[in-house]
């Protein structure tokens, strides 16, 4: 079966799949560290679609045009915007209710996704917004049984979102902020009696989400060119499937499973029915929560005593 | 006398609607060894604990250096020079030995670490062994010496210690407090609990007893180790 199909697939599977990774690793990192899944993590992604294309906009007024000065620009500006946003909603929706019942941050998650998609269908219109293609051009392979295309765009995401994930994984594994994370991730109290100021973790952890969510957006908007204000509830929705199929609070798991979710899914639309994607990848989600709850790296539930 | 340099003043605590500790009452001088000793539930790991306000005293007053710090957050604690290796030991089990050690020198800075890590593989050679191994996959003695090495890193004002012979082989029971009197003979201020009484009197300066969360008892560590009642109730008649 290695004929075109089957490869150009492979590669907007990749594609797709470092997507739902950035995401995902907003998901996992939140859950690890707090239990919660952050349903409003979804609309913040797609907050940073809009920051991107504000961004492209107002980079290119001034009259930047080189590539690599525009989307450095752009990045910059909507990871720190987007940080901002993931810092505030924690603040102001999830840290007051630190100590009360786990469903309450749950419920005030959903309030703020409501809120977000609410405030920028009034603020930028509910119609369909766009970017002009920034990166033109690719590669394309042709052999006996057809050919592949390589946009550089689609490179570009790949290389980036792999270059955002290797940043992160050193963060967490080898710096002092990784460490306090962890330790924060793993008992919390202990954490906090050996100095560490649990709550500027738990706040960083957020910021380290909406900033993977923000590179997504930006590398998203590169790609698709078009987005609106209900834009982050389906990917938000498979990069949180990614992060269960990894193994939710799962870091590298994460990352794996928006590769392969992204390649399953891309797969699936090709050879089978692009139509019932959904319910292809929403499928492997019941599958998964039956056969294998703790995901492909994630560790069984323990009770702790 | 000098200020104390950690002193409770009729704390109570709560656990919702159960009481934990009555109107405790104590103080630890500077370079003293105090221990707690009292059977399982007596309150003594939550006397501990809310010294970093977990849970937090619902009446009194706990001072450290004279200064109240009834209600700061357990990181102002930690960083103003007291450490603690808790009930349960509580290692990160998923981090090696050294990420360990490194997150006790939160409060200090990491300007120390390497130098205060090779002290602490002098002090407990084990750890040195198995100092790249996660600390899920190490024995309880070994977990133990973690935890207490861990306390030691931030270089402590007082370190406190809960029950560091729980559950542990005799000799390396032994081996453990051998080190606690080294500690000990450095001058650092100690605050133990146990309910192996025999161990932590001998180690001790003074020593309290507590009973149903009240100090029935205060003594030097010999008065306490010759008291009858301490006898029959903490050392088995022996």
Known sequence: MMDGIFLQQMINGLTLGSVYGLIAI???????????????????????????????????????????????????????????????????????????????????????????????????GSRQQGVPTLLEGGWRFDFAKGFVQISFTKLFIIIAAFVGMAVLTYIIKYTKLGRMCRATQQDRKMASILGINTDRVISYVFIIGAAMAALAGVLVTM????????????????????????????????????????????????????????????????????????????RPLVTKV | MSTPILEFKDVDVFYGPIQALRKVSLHIAPGETVSLIGSNGAGKSTLLMSIFGQPRAAAGQILYQGTDITRKTPHYIAANGIAQSPEGRRVFPDMSVEENLLMGTIPIGDKHASQDMQRMFELFPRLKERRNQRAMTMSGGEQQMLAIARALMSRPKLLLLDEPSLGLAPIVVKQIFATLRELAQTGMTIFLVEQNANHALKLSDRAYVMVNGQIRMAGTGKELLANDEVRNAYLGGH
């Open chain 1, 26 to 124: 907003g998901y996992t990192m939140v859950y690890g560290i707090i239990g919660m899944i952050n349903f409003a993590h979804g609309d913040v992604y797609m907050v940073s679609c809009y920051l991107a294309a504000i961004g492209l906009a107002v980079l290119s007024y001034f009259g930047l045009e080189s590539f690599p000065f525009l989307i450095l620009g752009t990045l910059i500006f909507t990871i720190v915007v987007t940080a901002v946003y993931g810092l505030v909603i924690e603040r102001v929706a999830y840290k007051p209710l630190r100590n009360s019942t786990r469903l309450a941050p749950l419920i005030s998650a959903i309030g703020i996704s409501l809120i977000l998609q609410n405030y920028v269908q009034i603020a930028q």
């Open chain 1, 223 to 298: 790609n698709y060119g078009t987005f609106d204000f209900y834009a982050g509830f389906i990917i938000g929705i498979k990069a949180f499937t990614a992060a269960v199929l990894g193994g939710i609070g799962s870091l590298p798991g994460a990352m794996l499973g928006g590769l392969i979710l992204g390649v399953a899914e891309s797969q699936f639309s090709g050879l089978v029915n692009s139509d019932y994607k959904d319910v292809f990848s929403f499928g492997l989600l019941v599958l998964i929560l039956i056969f294998r709850p703790q995901g492909l790296l994630g």
